[in-house]
């Protein structure tokens, strides 16, 4: 069964550094998206894509963070400079249309020190 | 309250009873979604019920939606000790983005 990957599994950095997360969405899904789940809290979300296009974002993705759909394949998560309350667990998600079933990925742990 | 609220906040059982959860929401929705979450681990969809739909069930799985009363259970029957995880509710009220508003979910512990 198709399924979303994610890598890496847990990420561990400094504050004020980059990171990119990556995700593979199921292959003939065209809408992407990225949720975070800071410990111990609810899953907020971050940002949907679609047709190379962010379709809506969050208060939460603010100018630090960008995504992008760098080839055919796979969906990226960029944060420029991280700061200790971007720790958290990052979900991506893909559905086949935008009020379809999201299948989401394993997450990454992301912990910034 | 907020978008996606459940209830009960946390939820123990004996293996074999039946357990339901409850989510409500305030705005108009396009589809309701109920995920399972183990224990820091991915976020597994169980089913999607939309809005023009009352009912929908999956194996052990029953979703109820009421639109009127904006809420919609989700009953789990025969439990197991493998149901033992997390439940989230989650709602798709946007134009046509997708972006799904979570609750705080139920927590559940089946006893063996």
């Known amino acids: 069964e198709p399924e979303v990957t994610q890598t890496p599994s847990h990420q561990v950095t400094q504050m004020g550094q980059e990171v990119i997360l990556r995700c593979v969405p199921i292959?003939?899904?065209?809408?992407f998206y990225w949720y975070r789940q800071i410990l111990g809290q609810k899953v907020e979300f971050l940002v949907s894509?679609?047709?190379?296009?962010?379709?809506?974002k969050s208060e939460i993705f603010d100018d630090q963070f960008s995504v992008e759909r760098p080839d055919g394949s796979n969906f990226t998560l960029k944060i420029r400079s991280t700061k200790l309350e971007d720790s958290a667990m990052y979900f991506c998600?893909?559905?086949?249309?935008?009020?379809?079933?999201?299948?989401f990925g394993p997450g990454t742990r992301l912990t910034v020190l | 309250s907020q978008q996606g609220e459940e209830d009960p906040q946390a939820l123990s059982i004996q293996e074999g009873e039946n357990a339901t959860m409850n989510c409500s929401y305030k705005?108009?929705?396009?589809?309701l979604q109920w995920y399972r979450q183990n224990s820091g681990r991915g976020l597994v969809h169980l089913i999607l019920?939309?809005?023009?739909?009352r009912e929908k069930h999956s194996g052990r799985l029953r979703v109820t939606l009421d639109t009127s009363k904006k809420s919609s259970s989700l009953l789990i029957t025969a439990s197991r000790a493998a149901d033992t995880a997390s439940y989230f509710c989650?709602?798709?009220?946007?134009?046509?983005?997708?972006?799904?508003?979570f609750g705080q979910g139920t927590t559940l512990q089946v006893k063996p």
């Open positions: 019920i939309r809005s023009n739909e």
């Open positions: 705005t108009s929705i396009n589809n």
């Open positions: 894509f679609y047709n190379n296009e962010i379709s809506e």
């Open positions: 292959s003939n899904h065209l809408y």
């Open positions: 989650a709602t798709d009220a946007s134009g046509n983005t997708g972006k799904l508003i």
């Open positions: 998600a893909s559905s086949e249309y935008p009020r379809d079933t999201q299948y």
